[in-house]
């Protein structure tokens, strides 16, 4: 898999999600990780491989002078063990861009 160095001023790794923003492999092209913060200040991933039994995922938090990170897992339910996917939302919409759509 992809790999980057994590910028940790206390030093150590950044494990799983968190090492794709924030490290090198972040910087370059990462187009959903702005789309995705600019949209809003909460969002989740999730996401399986057909035929595993576990969700993997993701959520993100902005709480104000930073983001919050929270990995999980669950068990899959039978119906979402059919098929590859993955899913992303985003809560606490940023209103104030949609004004530019306009």
């Known amino acids: 898999g992809a790999k980057g160095n994590y910028a940790n001023p206390n ?6 999600m968190k090492r794709f923003f924030t490290s090198d492999f972040s910087k370059y092209g990462v ?11 909460e969002f989740k991933m999730r996401s399986t491989q057909k ?3 576990v969700v993997y ?11 919050e990170c929270q990995e999980f897992h ?14 992303i ?5 940023n209103t104030r861009h949609f004004s530019l759509c306009q």
């Open 89 to 93: 939302s985003v809560d606490k919409l």
């Open 74 to 87: 669950r068990a899959a339910e039978p119906h979402e063990v059919a098929e590859h996917w993955t899913h």
């Open 51 to 53: 035929d595993k039994e």
């Open 57 to 67: 995922g993701a959520a993100y938090e902005n709480t104000s002078d930073k983001w």
């Open 31 to 41: 187009g959903i990780k702005e789309a995705l913060v600019f949209l809003g200040d």
């Open 11 to 16: 030093g150590g790794v950044a494990d799983g």
